[in-house]
C-alpha cells in the first residue's frame, strides 16, 4: 500500500512503545517497504537534533520520534527532552528555509495507548502531504 510512496520517513522510536518488538519492527517495514526506516532506540530522551537532522541529509523526506506516554518514561523525563529537541530541531530547519513540519514527535497517551505500527500509519499520512524534500532534488 505504502510502496508506491515517493517520500521516506525516517522514523524514530522509544523500546517502550506498545508492540515495538522486533516482529513488530519487521512487519512495518514489510508493509511500507523503503519508505519507512525504523529506529529504536532505549529512550527518546537520548534523541538528539543531530539525528533528525542527519536522517534529512542522508534519505528521509521526514524524521518524527514517537514517545512513551507522559509520565510512563522508565527514564522519568525522556519524552520531555525529546519534545524539546524536536522544537529545537524545528526552529534550525525554519532558519535554513525548510518546513519545519518534516521533523515531528509523537507522544503517546496512557488512557489510549496505540501501537507503533498504528502511529507510524498516521505520521506517514501527515506527511504525506509535504511531498518530496527538497534537500534531494538537488543532487
Known amino acids: 500500500m505504502y510502496r508506491e510512496q515517493q517520500i521516506t520517513l525516517g522514523l524514530f522510536y522509544c523500546q517502550n512503545v ?3 518488538r522486533e516482529e513488530n519492527r519487521q512487519a512495518l517495514e514489510e508493509e511500507f517497504g523503503k519508505s519507512l526506516r ?14 533528525l537532522l542527519k ?11 514517537i514517545t512513551c506516554p507522559v509520565g510512563a518514561c522508565r527514564y522519568f523525563e525522556g519524552n520531555h527532552r525529546a519534545k ?8 534550525i530547519l525554519s532558519d535554513i528555509g525548510m ?3 518534516r521533523v515531528g514527535i ?13 502511529q507510524a500509519r498516521e505520521i506517514f499520512r ?14
Do not use: Y
Not at 536522517?55 to 520520534?65: C, K, N, Q, S, T
Open 18 to 20: 506498545p508492540e515495538s
Open 38 to 51: 525504523l529506529f529504536p532506540i532505549p529512550c527518546s530522551g537520548r534523541l538528539e537534533p543531530v539525528h
Open 55 to 65: 536522517a534529512l541529509e542522508r534519505f528521509a523526506d521526514a524524521a518524527f520520534i
Open 84 to 91: 524539546k529537541r524536536v522544537e529545537r530541531t524545528r526552529k
Open 99 to 101: 518546513e519545519p513540519e
Open 106 to 118: 509523537a507522544i503517546g497517551s496512557k488512557e489510549a495507548p496505540k501501537t507503533l505500527a498504528q
Open 126 to 139: 501527515e506527511i504525506s502531504l509535504l511531498g518530496p524534500s527538497p534537500v534531494f532534488g538537488q543532487e
